[in-house]
T-cell receptor, first 114, second 110 residues
Framework: GAVVSQHPSWVICKSGTSVKIECRSL??????MFWYRQFPKQSLMLMAT?????????EQGVEKDKFLINHASLTLSTLTVTSAHPEDSSFYIC??????????FGQGTRLTVV | GESVGLHLPTLSVQEGDNSIINCAYS??????FIWYKQESGKGPQFIID?????DKRQGQRVTVLLNKTVKHLSLQIAATQPGDSAVYFC?????????FGAGTTVTVRA
């Protein structure tokens, strides 16, 4: 299957700082990428849809000014958690969709805000 | 062993037995369904998918069944192995967007 790389795999940051997470499709071009958030023992919750060259579409209840998404190329989308707080600590996962509408996921980023 | 998803979020199965994981989906307009496996601390791993114009699809040791009449999806794992222990999610897709079910934790007993 297609490969999606997410970096970093884990990060610890101080409250009030910003953290950037990268999602790359390594062997295919992805016009659409998705960002999910997952709390322990819960399912994935879609945060936003990232479209190359246009603004991201955020799900209801997700603050777009707090979770900045940039999809500058067909192989890279970034999620920046701004002014992070402990309640933002979570597992963040991206996915990229192939032209056959198959979704492949990154390995996830464990964010801990202290 | 058999699970009914949200009502029985855990499934314990003897190694070598067949496993059945069930999932009810909500959107009758969904045209794409996927099963994912997630191990602790990792992202979801694609297992098998099926499109709405099919009712059965087989992979290596896995079979997905789709019943659109009752909006039900199941994953059958043949000869379950210890490496199959994980959380399994079904996802329904519509216009490239996926919605995930709650997940079923599968534990394989040696």
């Amino acid at each position: 299957g297609a490969v999606v790389s997410q970096h970093p795999s884990w990060v610890i940051c101080k409250s009030g700082t910003s953290v950037k997470i990268e999602c790359r499709s390594l062997d295919f071009q992805a016009t659409t990428m998705f960002w999910y958030r997952q709390f322990p023992k819960q399912s994935l919750m879609l945060m936003a849809t990232s479209n190359e060259g246009s603004k991201a579409t955020y799900e209801q209840g997700v603050e777009k000014d707090k979770f900045l998404i940039n999809h500058a190329s067909l192989t890279l989308s970034t999620l920046t958690v701004t002014s992070a707080h402990p309640e933002d600590s979570s597992f963040y996962i991206c996915s990229a969709t192939t032209r056959f509408a198959e979704a492949f996921f990154g390995q996830g980023t464990r964010l801990t805000v202290v | 062993g058999e699970s009914v998803g949200l009502h029985l979020p855990t499934l314990s199965v003897q190694e070598g037995d067949n496993s059945i994981i069930n999932c009810a989906y909500s959107n009758s307009a969904s045209d794409y369904f996927i099963w994912y496996k997630q191990e602790s601390g990792k992202g979801p791993q694609f297992i098998i998918d099926i499109r709405s114009n099919m009712d059965k699809r087989q992979g290596q040791r896995v079979t997905v069944l789709l019943n659109k009449t009752v909006k039900h999806l199941s994953l059958q794992i043949a000869a379950t192995q210890p490496g199959d222990s994980a959380v399994y999610f079904c996802a329904e897709g519509n216009d490239y967007k996926l919605s995930f079910g709650a997940g079923t934790t599968v534990t394989v007993r040696a």
